[in-house]
């Protein structure tokens, strides 16, 4: 059973006047409905509310307490005369009528298993009457800017249409004991709209502790309509104002106050999804989907490394589906889950008050290549292992490149410096600026004819798509074979490793050729054939 009671403009004196009465009737309720009372009790909201607001003791979930400036001098409050619609009421330093004098504030929210629920509560000082009414009223504000003073007070957020105010007033004297919620909205130049929670079943409940200094409240937000289904409710602060108790909640006078706090209080989030490269080159970009299902918060979007993008107004509960769409074979990609829950692949988030955060990385995968040059089939790769060879000896050279690494790769360079012309047509099955897929490999196959010593070395270089470059480069050796001069047996000289094998494309066979007038001929007789008789 419900009784909505609504007014859609600011109460009247006529409205105040008849609020006495509806007292007693909302109290009557409350004591059949066991809404709102300050009677001890262990049960709680509907909607599987995780706070207890009517047991007059702070709830276990509270959070926090947020104090209030020093008690005294130090302290601070409005100016006499302000009033809730004011936008920025003077406020002012020094000490506050013991009545209204508060210490700490707590606010927290959670989703319960189908709504969502507000908690807040209040300690105030001990005062020599302890019995009159507690008025005081919870600011909830979309915009957590605070205007400096001047313009403003440098307290109260800049308001916000839809930001609400909710009231909590508890007469000592009345007949029944009962704590009467109501929750305004501002439309842009007063609060109106009131609504009294206590005649909305199940939308509240509240309690004041025996000695009167602490009290309490929570709120379903959807039963409360503060929450609506289909539209995203997002509060950034809350704060808190003791008021007069002689007036009702908006024409009364404001007393004390406890500045802002940061609190999210939401029916919708958001998910930040983030990007990390390793490996990649300046200005690689991914693209990403959210999916959220039954929802019209879907989105698609393109990151760079150290960028990230956020969705917001996703209502809270929504599964979204984060995904990096074709990263490519080049990359490897992880991700984490607000920090966590390390993995890869699509990731599955559901949206609470806290928000989600999905962090992509993309590792560029190793890259590598290889050359292996040979000489008549068979390496020679060292001046104790020289190819023997006859001046005019055909000699084969192959040159084999091989992609090691995990990515294609373009060939950049490819030289061998005994053949200035390399690779000729007909040489290689591809060369400079050809792909060279992850495993694959070419070889190239030419013919010199031997004209003497010789080392030479052939090179390759080539890139990744992020332009990470790799080269390797290789070497073999040929020595002519002796030859037998009048009987005598000249030994050709080795050649020598003269130059530093680095693979530099710039050699060729004039730095290479061993000049054996410069050298030297190596003689050694062998042998004398023998004379003939006479």
């Given at each position: 059973?419900?009784?909505?009671?609504?007014?859609?403009?600011?109460?009247?004196?006529?409205f105040?006047?008849?609020?006495?009465?509806?007292?007693v009737?909302?109290?009557?309720?409350?004591?059949?409905?066991?809404?709102?009372?300050?009677?001890?009790a262990?049960?709680?909201?509907?909607?599987?509310?995780?706070?207890n607001?009517?047991?007059g003791e702070?709830?276990?979930?509270?959070?926090?307490a947020?104090?209030?400036?020093?008690?005294?001098?130090?302290?601070?409050?409005?100016?006499?005369?302000?009033?809730?619609?004011?936008?920025?009421?003077?406020?002012?330093?020094?000490?506050?009528?013991?009545?209204?004098?508060?210490?700490?504030?707590?606010?927290?929210?959670?989703?319960?298993?189908?709504?969502?629920?507000?908690?807040?509560?209040?300690?105030?000082?001990?005062?020599?009457?302890?019995?009159?009414?507690?008025?005081?009223?919870?600011?909830?504000?979309?915009?957590?800017?605070?205007?400096?003073?001047?313009?403003?007070n440098?307290?109260?957020?800049?308001?916000?249409?839809?930001?609400?105010?909710?009231?909590?007033?508890?007469?000592?004297?009345?007949?029944?004991?009962?704590?009467?919620?109501?929750v305004?909205?501002?439309?842009?130049d007063?609060?109106?709209?009131?609504?009294?929670?206590?005649?909305?079943?199940?939308?509240?409940?509240?309690?004041?502790?025996?000695?009167?200094?602490?009290?309490?409240?929570?709120?379903?937000?959807e039963?409360?309509?503060?929450f609506?289904?289909g539209?995203?409710?997002?509060?950034?602060?809350v704060?808190?104002?003791?008021r007069?108790?002689?007036a009702?909640a908006?024409?009364?006078?404001?007393?004390?106050?406890?500045?802002?706090?940061p609190?999210?209080?939401?029916?919708?989030?958001?998910?930040?999804?983030s990007?990390?490269v390793?490996?990649?080159?300046?200005?690689?970009k991914?693209d990403f989907?959210?999916?959220?299902?039954?929802?019209?918060?879907?989105?698609?979007?393109?990151?760079?490394?150290?960028?990230?993008?956020?969705?917001?107004?996703?209502?809270?509960?929504?599964?979204?589906?984060?995904?990096e769409?074709?990263?490519?074979?080049?990359?490897?990609?992880?991700?984490?889950?607000?920090?966590?829950?390390?993995?890869?692949?699509?990731?599955?988030v559901?949206?609470?008050p806290?928000?989600?955060?999905?962090?992509?990385?993309?590792?560029?995968k190793?890259?590598?290549?290889?050359?292996?040059?040979?000489?008549?089939?068979?390496?020679?790769?060292?001046i104790g292992?020289?190819?023997?060879?006859?001046?005019?000896?055909?000699?084969?050279?192959t040159?084999?490149?091989?992609n090691?690494?995990e990515?294609?790769?373009?060939?950049?360079?490819l030289?061998?410096?005994?053949?200035?012309?390399?690779?000729?047509?007909?040489?290689?099955?591809?060369?400079?600026?050809?792909?060279?897929?992850?495993?694959?490999s070419?070889?190239?196959?030419y013919?010199?004819?031997?004209?003497?010593?010789?080392?030479?070395?052939?090179?390759?270089?080539?890139?990744?798509?992020?332009?990470?470059?790799?080269?390797?480069?290789?070497?073999?050796?040929?020595?002519?074979?002796p030859?037998?001069?009048?009987?005598?047996?000249?030994?050709?000289p080795a050649?020598?490793?003269?130059?530093?094998?680095?693979?530099?494309?710039?050699?060729?066979?004039?730095?290479?050729?061993?000049?054996?007038?410069?050298?030297?001929?190596?003689l050694r007789?062998?042998?004398?054939?023998?004379?003939?008789?006479?």
């Amino acid at each position: 059973m419900s009784f909505p009671f609504r007014i859609r403009r600011k109460p009247s004196r006529t409205f105040r006047h008849s609020f006495s009465a509806l007292l007693v009737i909302v109290a009557l309720i409350a004591s059949f409905a066991g809404l709102a009372t300050v009677s001890p009790a262990n049960a709680t909201l509907s909607g599987g509310s995780p706070f207890n607001g009517i047991n007059g003791e702070l709830d276990g979930n509270a959070g926090p307490a947020h104090p209030d400036l020093p008690e005294g001098s130090g302290d601070n409050s409005y100016k006499g005369g302000a009033k809730e619609d004011d936008l920025c009421p003077t406020v002012e330093d020094g000490s506050v009528q013991d009545k209204g004098d508060l210490t700490n504030f707590y606010v927290a929210t959670a989703k319960g298993t189908t709504d969502t629920f507000l908690y807040l509560a209040f300690d105030r000082i001990e005062t020599a009457s302890q019995n009159g009414t507690v008025a005081l009223n919870f600011e909830l504000n979309k915009s957590a800017v605070i205007q400096p003073a001047p313009p403003c007070n440098g307290v109260n957020p800049d308001r916000t249409e839809g930001d609400k105010l909710i009231s909590f007033e508890f007469h000592g004297g009345d007949a029944f004991d009962v704590v009467v919620i109501s929750v305004y909205t501002w439309d842009g130049d007063e609060w109106g709209d009131v609504r009294l929670l206590n005649t909305i079943l199940g939308a509240s409940e509240g309690s004041i502790s025996e000695d009167r200094m602490f009290g309490e409240m929570a709120i379903n937000l959807e039963k409360a309509g503060i929450f609506e289904a289909g539209r995203c409710d997002n509060f950034a602060s809350v704060f808190v104002k003791g008021r007069s108790s002689s007036a009702d909640a908006l024409n009364s006078e404001l007393k004390d106050l406890i500045a802002p706090v940061p609190q999210h209080v939401a029916n919708c989030g958001a998910v930040t999804v983030s990007k990390t490269v390793t490996g990649g080159k300046a200005g690689d970009k991914f693209d990403f989907t959210v999916d959220c299902p039954g929802t019209d918060n879907d989105a698609a979007f393109s990151l760079k490394a150290g960028e990230s993008e956020t969705v917001v107004d996703i209502p809270l509960g929504a599964e979204c589906v984060v995904t990096e769409t074709d990263p490519g074979s080049f990359w490897t990609v992880t991700r984490t889950i607000n920090a966590a829950s390390p993995g890869s692949g699509p990731a599955t988030v559901v949206i609470d008050p806290d928000n989600e955060s999905v962090e992509f990385t993309n590792a560029a995968k190793p890259n590598g290549i290889t050359l292996d040059k040979k000489v008549n089939g068979a390496d020679h790769a060292t001046i104790g292992e020289a190819l023997i060879a006859r001046t005019l000896d055909d000699l084969t050279y192959t040159v084999t490149v091989t992609n090691t690494g995990e990515v294609p790769l373009k060939i950049t360079a490819l030289a061998d410096s005994l053949y200035t012309g390399f690779p000729a047509a007909g040489d290689c099955p591809q060369g400079v600026g050809s792909p060279l897929a992850a495993g694959a490999s070419f070889t190239c196959t030419y013919h010199v004819s031997m004209a003497g010593a010789a080392n030479n070395v052939a090179k390759v270089i080539a890139v990744d798509q992020s332009n990470r470059e790799v080269s390797d480069d290789d070497q073999t050796f040929v020595a002519p074979a002796p030859v037998e001069v009048l009987g005598i047996v000249l030994e050709q000289p080795a050649p020598l490793a003269v130059l530093p094998r680095t693979g530099s494309p710039a050699r060729d066979m004039a730095l290479l050729a061993f000049g054996l007038a410069g050298l030297g001929l190596g003689l050694r007789r062998m042998s004398r054939r023998p004379q003939n008789a006479a």
